[in-house]
């Protein structure tokens, strides 16, 4: 196959087509930042503390009433937590609360693993019954669009999906442990004053994953030891108090989590605490302690359409309407990690006539964006998920949909996704599938492209994924019990 003409954009190989979180709302221009966000804070819950600690084993009652009563929201904006200040020794008794309004002594009141669900006002997830981790397959993402544009692209998270685990969940674990063990600081760290966060953050993945899957993970308590994380997958146990909280995640959650904390001094949001093991171009190492507008900064379009409705979009989010997205890019093999300087990087500099089209595969960062109801934090966490190119010959609109967008997108946005080494092969396998699906009746000649109904998703992807997992032989599919309790039907996602 003959190589396609460079694009006159193409990009530096270290510029990586997975994009850190630009959620989508159409903005119609990027106005002015407001003189000072100082002064805005996002929305306060604190009317779910006293629900939260009723449900909480661990809380304190008597002295979170005392404490709560003392609570005066003149004062609180004086009284805010120094930006690096642990939470565990701060002493100042006039800078004690969170940007939530929450002060530290609320905080210790309502002990560890308190009721998240309540206090966040998103409810735990349905217990995933019939889960079998030989056979589950993560759902087939194909976050396409037309018209394309880079602009905020998000719908409502679904609160069982947060997290997601299937049959590559030991190998994956122990890929990551070991690029940690290899690369330190450049997957994970964290700074001063990030304490909080990430043991929230901790705590709140631990409690999804045991309501999710409680075949597979429990938490249990003893005076002796705390909390003890029974993990039945790696069959081992974690004693919460003997490990940092990002380490925790980095034993037991195959994602990653960026988590960005609101600076008192200036109310925008700066990256103080990470493990990213799947970033492609960049490590925690080159973004830890930037503020959200450095960390976009090498996005197309950024500054100019986004940057204002981004920080406007961070200072505002409440902690009930997490959302979720898609970002992604096309690849050689399956690079989980590739910072810069990666021997893989060298695969994006030309197009090999030789390469084979099962080696090209859809890589996407399935991305989640929510803010912790303690700390005030945001965290955006993600999950890489590979697919080969050729499957979407049996996947209605999608070769029509993703030939379009390597058609007709903006230069600059194609070349910051680096497509160009494998479209020579690409191009002409998802013509030949264009011209299957439309004498297969799969799809209708002529059909205008558009961004699909079903996104991020595609018709019938319910029975393929379904399928590929086995049921219908035994058993019902969790799609079949929520269609029994009138939860939704194949196709399109209930938001």
Known sequence: MSPLPAPSQHQSPSKSPTEPSTPEKKVPSNKPAPADYKDIFPPWRRDALWPAARSSPLAQNGQLHA?????????????????????????????????????????AALGDFPNYAEL?????????????????????????????HQTMSLTKL???????????????????KELFAKNGKQVLDYLPGSELGCKELMEMALQFLCARYPQYFSLTYSTEKGHVFHNRLLHNKTVIRDMHPLHVILENVPEDFAVMFRNPEDGHYYFRAGLLCSSLGWTVATKLGLQLKEIHKPIPDYKEKMEFSMDRYFAKLPTDRPIQRG????EVDQPLFMPPGDPHEAYRDHQETDLDLSRIHLRVDWQTLRRLPLSGCIVFNF???FTPVEEFREEPH????????????????????NTWHVEHLVRPFLESAKEYQEREGMVEEGWDVATLEETPFFRGWRAR???????GEGGLSECEVEVREGKGVDGVMMR
């Not at 003392?70 to 120094?82: A, K, Q, R, S, T």
């Not at 069982?160 to 685990?165: H, N, P």
């Not at 970002?327 to 096309?330: C, F, M, V």
């Not at 994924?465 to 049921?471: A, K, L, R, V, Y």
């Open 67 to 107: 404490v709560m009563d003392g609570f005066v929201d003149i004062l609180f904006p004086d009284g805010l937590i120094p930006f690096t200040a642990d939470y565990r020794t701060s002493t100042s008794p006039s800078l004690t609360y969170t940007p939530m309004g929450i002060s530290l002594s609320e905080i």
């Open 120 to 148: 966040s006002g998103v409810p735990l997830p349905k217990a995933y019954s019939n889960f079998n981790i030989e056979t589950a397959l993560p759902r087939p993402y194909r976050p396409f669009r037309w018209a394309y």
């Open 158 to 176: 679904e609160a069982d999906w947060w997290l997601e685990v299937d049959k590559s969940y030991v190998k994956r674990v122990t890929e990551r």
């Open 327 to 330: 970002s992604w890019g096309l």
């Open 383 to 385: 999950k890489a998920l």
């Open 398 to 417: 999608i070769p029509h949909l993703l030939h379009h967008i390597l058609q007709h997108a903006k230069p600059s946005i194609m070349a910051y996704k």
């Open 465 to 471: 994924w379904e399928g590929g997992q086995g049921f």
